[in-house]
């Protein structure tokens, strides 16, 4: 179980040989979770390299932000369970918690609200962007583009060494990004643009972007702007995963700030992360019907096949992942809401994750669903086509990407990331005049 009254930071040394050699290392302990052993002065100590493609056993950073304790299925945001965050608050409020590190008092909340839906629009410069792209181009290709050219504009929210500026660059990324993504979608169906409208909140803004029309008046359904806005918190930041990494190291060089959530829009996309969501749903369509599922349970446990569970499986949970719970209930509650409570793709999903909960394979190797598993149906089900469910995953994370990045800018011990490696090339030789080869 959790330790609520873990000690504070400490530092004790440990001690091994490589060779020859005697290393002494500082072990840090954090508030919660494993200590690290700091090898910051290894190679200058003994002229070695530690070895961990995947960083599987590597701590890349101190933060504060978000904890996760995978064997026990525990995702806390500033030290509150995801859980009662999900239950008891909103998107904004969970902005505004992991950028400023507490919950908000009434005044701050409705401060922060007023500025971020000031900051909605894009210049209408940026919206003519989208007019290059074919329309039938995926939303992540011209989201990671458009997120990126915000870099061309906005040049009083880049000088990172300003607190005033990366507060405004990250509030202006959480507050354009829906933007973004509904252009996206209403210039992939060929529909105009719908302007965000400031008396609406985060979630219910989103949903009038994406599917008013100019021809008649838009009513958002509260159950779905509710379902959509605990969606954005349970995406919303989730440790050092490969996205945050990217926006980490982009940002370590003092890149432009647009520039680097770019970088981790485009690292989200991969089907082994963020883009998972829509792999999944595309596999159970696959799928089809539960008598198909056995089929699939083999070719995912065949090694020489390269097929895997999408939804299944994570690199920190090796137990139920918490969001996944929390998703399941909802994606219930969005099918009976849009009457599809009888979708047979929820009925494969059930399914399949009660045949895969008792596989000794799955068993073996802790794979349990993990948010994109769910994420998908109930997606589905508000309406979204399965090519918007990264990009509304990537709106989500932008909270967690900026809160990371500011608080990597601020970190007065940071430095610029730069990984050594392990050699296995070719030795050096001479150049050979063609004529010899
Ligand atoms: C997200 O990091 C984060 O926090 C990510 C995320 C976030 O909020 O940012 O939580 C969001 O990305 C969730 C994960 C979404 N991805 C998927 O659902 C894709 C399917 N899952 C896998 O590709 C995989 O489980 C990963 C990528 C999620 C994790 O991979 P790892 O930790 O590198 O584990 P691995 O690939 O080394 O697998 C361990 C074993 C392997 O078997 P062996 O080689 O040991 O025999 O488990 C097997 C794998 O073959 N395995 C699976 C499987 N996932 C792992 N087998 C079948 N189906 C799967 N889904």
Redesign the pocket.
């Known amino acids: 179980m959790l330790d609520a009254t873990a000690s504070a930071p400490t530092s004790t040394t440990g001690s091994f040989t490589i060779g020859d050699k005697f290393v002494s290392v500082p072990v840090r302990q954090g508030t919660l979770g494993p200590s690290v052993v700091d090898i910051g002065k290894l190679y200058s100590q003994t002229g070695v390299f530690t070895y961990d493609p ?1 960083f ?1 056993s590597t701590a890349s950073c101190e933060s504060k932000i978000t904890y ?1 304790d995978g064997d026990n299925g525990i995702l806390l945001y500033r030290g509150y369970p995801i859980e009662q965050l999900a239950e008891k608050g909103d998107f904004l409020e969970t902005c505004y918690l992991l950028l400023y590190g507490e919950l908000p008092t009434a005044a701050q909340r409705a401060d922060f609200n007023y500025r971020i839906r000031r900051h909605t629009m894009v210049h209408e410069q940026l919206a003519r962007f989208f007019q290059g792209f074919r329309r039938d181009a995926h939303p992540m290709s011209v989201l990671v583009a458009s997120v990126g050219a915000l870099s061309a504009f906005y040049h009083d929210a880049t000088d990172i060494s300003e607190p005033h500026q990366r507060m405004l660059a990250s509030m202006r990324l959480i507050a354009k990004l829906p933007t973004l993504a509904a252009l996206a979608y209403k210039y992939a169906i060929g529909q105009p643009f719908i302007y965000p409208k400031n008396d609406l909140d985060y979630a219910s803004n989103f949903l009038r972007m994406c599917y008013a029309v100019p021809c008649e008046e838009y009513e958002v359904n509260p159950v779905m702007a509710r379902a959509l806005d605990q969606i954005f918190i349970l ?1 919303a930041d ?2 050092q ?4 990494s990217t926006v980490r190291l982009a940002g370590s060089s003092g890149a432009n700030p647009f520039a680097c959530i770019a970088a981790g829009v485009a690292c ?1 996309w991969g ?4 883009g ?1 969501n829509e ?2 749903l595309k596999m159970l369509e696959e799928i089809g019907t539960v008598k198909n599922i056995p089929k699939y349970i083999a070719r ?2 065949d ?1 020489n096949d390269p ?11 090796k137990n139920y ?1 918490p ?1 996944a719970k929390i998703m399941q209930k909802r994606c219930h509650e969005v099918l009976n809401e849009t009457g599809r409570k009888d979708d047979p793709l929820l009925e494969v999903a059930m399914e399949l994750e009660q045949i895969a909960l008792s596989d000794e ?2 068993i073996e ?1 802790k ?1 349990y669903p ?4 769910y994420s998908g149906i109930t997606l589905k089900a508000m309406g979204f086509p399965t090519s918007m469910f990264t990009a509304l ?1 990537a709106v989500a ?1 932008t909270a967690g990407w900026v809160a990371q990045w500011k608080e990597m800018i601020e970190d007065p011990s940071q430095k610029i990331g730069r990984p050594r490696q392990l050699y296995t090339g070719a030795k050096q030789r001479d150049y050979v005049p063609i004529a010899q080869r």
Not at 271 to 274: I, K, M, Q, R, S
Not at 308 to 315: D, E, I
Not at 370 to 373: A, G
């Open positions: 995947g599987t996760i995406h989730h440790e995963n490969a996205s945050t989200l089907p082994a992360h963020g998972a792999a999944a995912a446990k090694k097929f895997r569970l999408m939804g299944f499986g994570h690199r920190v949970y992942d969001r394979y799955f190797k794979l993990n948010i994109d598993f995953f994370r």
